[in-house]
Each structure stands twice: as structure tokens, then as C-alpha cells.
């Protein structure tokens, strides 16, 4: 199974509101990554958790709040996003050592009314 | 430090003809070397990756690419193109060590197949 799963597969919501994003893999993976990816760019790191802990974060504002709950899972909580925060935000795993590459979920759409 | 370059942003090729994306990176030593295929709103799917050995390494749907070390390139071909394969193309390199575990994307090339 190489799959990587995320729900939903798009999200409006209000600069107001609280949501999450999720994403699942059951690879065996134990690192896994949340991109952000505007039209026509290539994807743009965000977050990677190692073995279910924060290793890298790119300055990305607090209004985005990543989670790990376990090593299949990896959440995103959004709260008070602006319109600029629209984007496709694309989840992904790998093992440890990225020699094998990342595998990469279909992603949400999230708009930001 | 380490950047990736796809120079051409946007590629157009009749169905049938011969396809070559361009890749080169810059890199303190021989990264690990992918591409990756996007289409529209879609995930990314990798379609082939090089770490080590036989400098010409194949993937899925057809495709193929060639380690050039002395090139820093890792350029993508297709001997004949098919319509399902207009679509966004992204090189990508990571670290063989373990200090930052993540991709480095080229800006991508948009592929458009002419019938």
C-alpha cells in the first residue's frame, strides 16, 4: 500500500472559523510532511515530523498548528486563516533517509472567505 | 546553498513525438535525485528516483532519466508522448544525510501534448 491519504478533499471556511485537515498513510513511514502549494508553484514546505516530532518548521505563522497524534497520522489546525492562506495543502511521508522519495497525498483546496 | 533549476517553464510537444524535461541542481555532494508528476489539482506521483548505481534509471508510464554528474543534470525523457501525459513536471533533490530531511522543488515544467 502506498497511499496517502487526506480528508477533506476541499475545505471553505471564514477568517473566523477552526478547522483541521488530516492526513493518514499506513507505510510504515516515519516521517511525514505538510506542504502548502499555490497555483502554478512547486509546493512549499511547511512542517516535517520525525519519528511523531517536530524537526522542521518553516516559520509558519501560529495560525497553522500541526499535530502528530501517532506515526500513521498527521493533522493540521487552521484558526483565524487569512484569504491569502488559500491554497492546496498537500500532505506527505517518507522513511527515515528520503532515498526512496516522498509519497504524497491528493490533497485539500482550502478557500478562505 | 542547494537550489534546482527547470529552465523551461512551459513545454509543447505533439502526441507520438520525444519528450526531455531539464533538471540541473546545485549541491554541496550528489544528492538523491526524483521527479514527480502533478496534474491539475491532483497530488504529486513520483515516477522515478536515483540515489546510487546505473546512472540511467526508468519509471513508471514510460519514463526514464539520466544521472549527468559532471552536468549536475538529471534530465527527464519519454521517447513517445501521449496525451495523458500533459501535466505539471517537478525535479526534486534531497540530502543523502540526514540533516534536513525534506525535498527541494525546481519551479516545474507544464507540459501541453498537441494532438
Known amino acids: 500500500d502506498t497511499e496517502v491519504t487526506q480528508t477533506p478533499k476541499h475545505l471553505v471556511m471564514g477568517m473566523t472559523n477552526k478547522k483541521s485537515l488530516k492526513c493518514e498513510q499506513h507505510?510504515?513511514?516515519?516521517?511525514m510532511y505538510w506542504y502548502k502549494q499555490k497555483a502554478k508553484k512547486p509546493p512549499e514546505l511547511m512542517f516535517v515530523y520525525s519519528y511523531e516530532k517536530l524537526s522542521i518548521n518553516e516559520s509558519v505563522p501560529s495560525r497553522f498548528s500541526p499535530e502528530c497524534p501517532n506515526s500513521s497520522l498527521l493533522n493540521l489546525h487552521l484558526h483565524a486563516l487569512q484569504p491569502e492562506d488559500s491554497a492546496l495543502y498537500l500532505c506527505?511521508?517518507?522513511?527515515?533517509?528520503?532515498?526512496?522519495?516522498?509519497?504524497f497525498g491528493p490533497g485539500t483546496r482550502l478557500t478562505v472567505t | 546553498a542547494q537550489s534546482v533549476t527547470q529552465p523551461d517553464i512551459h513545454i509543447t510537444v505533439s502526441e507520438g513525438a520525444s519528450l526531455e524535461l531539464r533538471c540541473n541542481y546545485s549541491y554541496g555532494a550528489t544528492p538523491y535525485l526524483f521527479w514527480y508528476v502533478q496534474s491539475p489539482g491532483q497530488g504529486l506521483q513520483l515516477l522515478l528516483k536515483y540515489f546510487s548505481g546505473d546512472t540511467l534509471v526508468q519509471g513508471i508510464k514510460g519514463f526514464e532519466a539520466e544521472f549527468k554528474r559532471s552536468q549536475s543534470s538529471f534530465n527527464l525523457r519519454k521517447p513517445s508522448v501521449h496525451w495523458s501525459d500533459a501535466a505539471e513536471y517537478f525535479c526534486?533533490?534531497?540530502?543523502?544525510?540526514?540533516?534536513?530531511?525534506?525535498?527541494?522543488f525546481g519551479s516545474g515544467t507544464r507540459l501541453q501534448v498537441q494532438p
Open positions: 506527505a511521508s517518507s522513511q527515515e533517509s528520503l532515498h526512496s522519495g516522498q509519497y
Open positions: 507505510m510504515g513511514h516515519r516521517a
Open positions: 526534486a533533490v534531497a540530502p543523502r544525510d540526514t540533516g534536513r530531511r525534506a525535498l527541494t
